[in-house]
């Protein structure tokens, strides 16, 4: 297997970005600045209704309006446009065809009914607004355990209810594995809906030119080849004559992760009219139809010996799927089950989720994508069930780890865990935090009549997305490397970063084994014209398989190279080395020639080592033989103002163990980023419907993002336990902070509640919902 | 309508609806690509510019508003192509990633070391509440801005 170097000089380093000059100078081009001569703006006309009943759409107003081009009903498309594409399903899984726009019902509130293409945005939008739809109101399915109900309103009409799917995963048996418990706690708990929130909303800009029967199209996405793929058959055009760019892409977190009904349309638009269209998501219309995250409601059973060891583990969910699927709805609440037994040696687990069509958005990818919730459930129980056995927190967990001797360690969900030190993760977090003193801390506090409260988490996650036989296809990741005749180095990646830092990571891998500097390579990735087909960045994905495929294609380039240079120093291949800008013979150094003279003799090809063709340039799909399972532990100490129900997060340690890193700096950032949002779930974000289905935070106004001066510093340090998948040992970094976070600030919460009796409640942690319970257990009501 | 500015030194002249928006215009007209819009509503602060040395939220400020300003955008902090040393310490610490929000937190910051030129951490956290970032954690923007005004010494 290919390998890192003997002594690489940049993996490893905290190399500051490459691609930061153009961002801070304002250079860089996200879709919204490509301007081109001729632009048509799209705007689009959406239900105000979480369900109604469209009697008729009239666009004569509309298309009579300044600057209007063309206007679009759901009528004016049948046939014309495929469904939005659905993938991951699970056996039996009822499928409702999703349309580019609504037809005879609007399913949830922000669903497109109409589409209007103008000479400028103002006038598109004006447009948009001349729409008349003749809405009838009808009741919406919002709550989960009300959409079940026999007399609940059906979100399609075709099924005989609102159960969108069922699956179950199960391991040993978890009726025995309850009844070996002593004590079995159990616990009703949400995961509620939150929105991704890239800053940078979605867009699209589709150029389609009719004399050379060609499209260009710039979008926002995290899978552009994906989306070529599944847009070429959505809108009947050869896949070979469609170009899709992601240029500069403001975040993703999962939402980019699929393809839109905005997409299909402006690829179609542009075709018919011959002209580029471009439609750019306002803030209020992210909130409405870009997917939405999480969407649980569980009821947990946690069984467990008197010592804590846990005995087993039932989690029956439901699941809100929205009113339509989008790509990977379905599969993201299946990764929960995968992800059920956590850090845990737990012997006996069963989840079954129901997945529940409401009217709304659908859910789908969001950072961490059904592990944070899996995460979640375990670390909620393992706090009760401490409580419940008088434990310290800590031992609890420590008690129910597997040993670092047990690694390979095969979970009762059906994954092997190829590598993990938990314990060791554990305790340099407990010491870092300062743990006894914390504790101490807290004593001390509640003396005072203060709420000190002290969260953990100790997580493990399903990383590095993933072999693509568990990912039903499409797990792999391609990179091209090319050494150019002058010596610089080219890596075309079939990832698609949009913010990770990989022009610069991947230059680091690649310089390395060169002997070159970083500056002398380039990385090109999100131009399906250029790279070779890519699955794209999500899942932890982007370094530890598409850094990886990057590994052997540079491999195979050095490898040739090494032929070249063999036969110019009449040398062994095996023999030649690449070090400080230069290709020479280990045994005999002074045999050495400059690193881009032997790429001009690959070039020029005078004469070729025997069996060797011209040319220095290698491609590889890296398909990984299994996932990667980064692990860590969070330790969190809040103090809640008990009259006001505020929360302050005092300190928060982070020990993480993502195996190798590349970039040191790109990591830190990563979990940084991470925490942050995972926090942000823990106390603030939540997407509120009212009873029509229509969300009632549905703008930054109302829906809290976490903001500077709500964090505070965060400590960081991590274990290094490389996994043998993959041959740069990394682990993936995208989605630790998440995943960690969110638990361990909501037991920190919970923790300083304790002497009021409040022990579990669910996110997010608002004060008023806070003040509300500690309220109620003063008076002596229930909590 | 008319509209005169003066846009990072440079004086130009617009014809544009009363109702365009200043970041339309600094966008679309001037073709200023380098301020953002990410919410419409003056609460996330990718547009931030400076308008007349404050900086404003170019997404609720009316083109018509500045008329007669002086705008200074991203591209026109530092000139010459060289950085300022806000620019300069957001890479040197890492306080971007998808770099959506970086124009207008940059303006914002130059506007809180205006205004505190040697801030604590706990007024850096305060001075960019109102521009918010879904990457970073924010941490290392905190570091990037108490560099910056280490670096210019105090004062501007």
């Not at chain 1, 060797?612 to 799909?621: A, R, V, Y």
């Not at chain 1, 860590?632 to 929360?647: C, Y």
Request: aromatic share 6%; glycine share 10%; with cysteine.
């Amino acid at each position: 297997m290919a390998s890192i170097p003997e002594a690489p000089k940049f993996i490893g380093v905290p190399i500051k970005r490459r691609d930061d000059p153009r961002l801070i100078q304002g250079r860089a081009r996200y879709v919204d600045d490509f301007q081109l001569p001729g632009t048509l703006h799209m705007a689009f006309a959406r239900s105000p209704y979480g369900h109604a009943a469209i009697r008729g759409v009239d666009l004569s107003k509309a298309r009579a309006a300044p600057g209007v081009v063309a206007a679009y009903a759901g009528a004016d498309l049948a046939g014309k446009i495929g469904p939005v594409p659905v993938a991951g399903l699970v056996p039996d899984a009822r499928v409702p065809v999703q349309p580019v726009l609504a037809g005879g019902r609007a399913l949830f509130a922000g669903e497109p009914v109409a589409a209007v293409v103008a000479r400028t945005r103002y006038q598109a939008r004006d447009a948009a607004d001349l729409v008349e739809v003749d809405y009838q109101a009808l009741d919406a399915v919002v709550d989960l355990e009300k959409a079940l109900a026999p007399a609940a309103p059906r979100v399609h009409a075709q099924f005989e209810d609102n159960v969108a799917f069922r699956w179950a995963i199960a391991g040993g048996d978890i009726e025995a594995g309850l009844r070996a418990a002593d004590v079995v706690i159990k616990q009703k708990i949400a995961n509620p809906r939150v929105v991704p929130l890239a800053l940078e909303p979605r867009g699209v800009l589709a150029h389609y030119l009719p004399g050379e029967d060609k499209m260009t199209i710039w979008s926002s996405t995290q899978v552009p080849h994906k989306l070529r793929t599944l847009l070429a058959q959505q809108i009947g055009m050869a896949e070979n004559r469609i170009r899709v760019i992601a240029p500069e892409v403001g975040g993703g977190f999962g939402s980019k992760l699929n393809v839109y009904r905005e997409e299909a349309l402006a690829a179609y638009v542009t075709r018919e009219l011959g002209r580029p269209v471009k439609w750019i998501e306002s803030r209020g219309e992210n909130f409405l139809a870009t997917i939405h995250g999480r969407g649980q409601l569980g009821e947990a059973e946690m069984g467990l010996r008197r010592d804590g060891t846990i005995t087993a583990l039932r989690y029956n969910v439901l699941a809100d799927c929205g009113a339509y699927y989008q790509l990977l709805t379905v599969a993201i609440f299946t990764l929960t089950g995968l992800m059920l037994p956590g850090p845990y040696k737990i012997p006996h687990i069963e989840m079954k989720v129901t997945g529940v069509f409401t009217h709304k958005m659908a859910t789908d990818a969001y950072r961490g994508a059904g592990r944070p919730e899996a995460t979640y459930i375990l670390e909620r129980m393992l706090d009760l069930a401490a409580l419940e056995l008088g434990m310290d927190p800590a031992e609890i967990r420590r008690k129910n780890f597997p040993a670092k001797a047990e690694f390979p360690y095969a979970t009762s969900a059906g994954l092997t865990y190829d590598s993990g030190d938990y314990h060791a993760a554990l305790d340099k977090a407990l010491q870092k935090a300062g743990y006894p003193e914390m504790r101490r801390q807290q004593a001390e506090a509640r003396r005072q009549g203060r709420c000190l409260g002290v969260g953990l988490s100790t997580y493990v996650e399903i990383c590095g997305m993933g072999p693509s036989a568990a990912l039903g296809g499409q797990g792999w990741e391609s990179a091209r490397v090319r050494v150019e005749p002058t010596g610089k180095v080219t890596v075309f990646s079939g990832a698609s970063p949009h913010g990770q830092g990989q022009e610069t990571s991947f230059a680091q891998i690649a310089a390395d084994a060169f002997g070159i500097a970083v500056e002398d390579v380039e990385v090109i990735h999100g131009d399906t014209d250029v790279v070779p087909y890519g699955v794209g960045t999500f899942g932890s994905r982007g370094t530890v398989v598409g850094g990886s495929a990057v590994v052997f294609a540079r491999d195979k380039v050095r490898d040739k190279m090494a032929r070249f240079a063999a036969m110019r120093f009449e040398a062994d291949a095996a023999d030649i080395a690449f070090a400080g800008g230069k290709v020479f013979v280990r045994s005999a150094p002074e045999k050495s020639a400059p690193f881009a003279r032997i790429a001009q003799m690959a070039y020029d090809a005078i004469q070729l080592p025997p069996g060797t063709e011209p040319g220095l340039e290698e491609t590889h799909f890296f398909e990984p033989p299994n996932f990667t399972f980064p692990f860590g532990t969070h330790v969190v100490l809040v103090e809640v103002d008990p009259q006001t129900g505020e929360v302050k997060i005092l300190r928060y340690v982070a020990v993480d163990d993502v195996g190798n890193m590349i970039n040191p700096l790109l990591v830190r950032g990563q979990i940084h980023g991470g925490i942050a949002q995972g926090a942000g779930q823990a106390l603030e974000e939540e997407v509120i419907y009212g009873g029509g289905g229509q969300p009632l935070n549905a703008t930054l106004m109302h829906y809290a993002l976490p903001k500077a001066h709500q964090l505070p510093r965060f400590e960081l340090d991590h274990t290094t336990t490389p996994t043998s998948v993959n041959p740069l040992g990394a682990k993936g970094v995208g989605e630790a902070g998440t995943i960690g976070s969110t638990p361990a600030v909501v037991n920190a919460v919970l923790d300083a509640l304790a002497p009021f009796g409040v022990h579990h409640l669910d996110m997010p942690l608002r004060p008023e919902k806070i003040w509300r319970a500690v309220s109620r257990a003063r008076k002596g009501g229930p909590a | 309508m008319n509209i005169s500015l003066c846009i990072n030194g440079q004086s130009r002249a617009f014809d544009a609806e009363p109702r365009t928006l200043l970041v339309h215009l600094l966008r679309d007209e001037a073709g200023l690509t380098g301020t953002h819009i990410a919410c419409e509503t003056s609460v996330c602060g990718a547009c931030t510019v400076l308008l007349d040395g404050k900086a404003v939220k170019s997404c609720t400020v009316l083109a018509v508003q500045a008329e007669g300003s002086e705008i200074t955008t991203i591209e026109g902090l530092a000139p010459g192509g060289k950085l300022h040393p806000l620019q300069e310490q957001f890479w040197e610490k890492h306080g971007l990633q998808c770099g959506y929000c970086t124009p207008g937190m940059i303006l914002a910051a130059w506007q809180l070391l205006e205004r505190r030129p040697d801030p604590s951490e706990e007024e850096i956290r305060h001075g960019i509440e109102g521009n918010l970032c879904r990457c970073t954690g924010y941490q290392h923007i905190v570091d990037a801005i108490q560099a910056a005004a280490a670096q210019m010494g105090g004062k501007r």
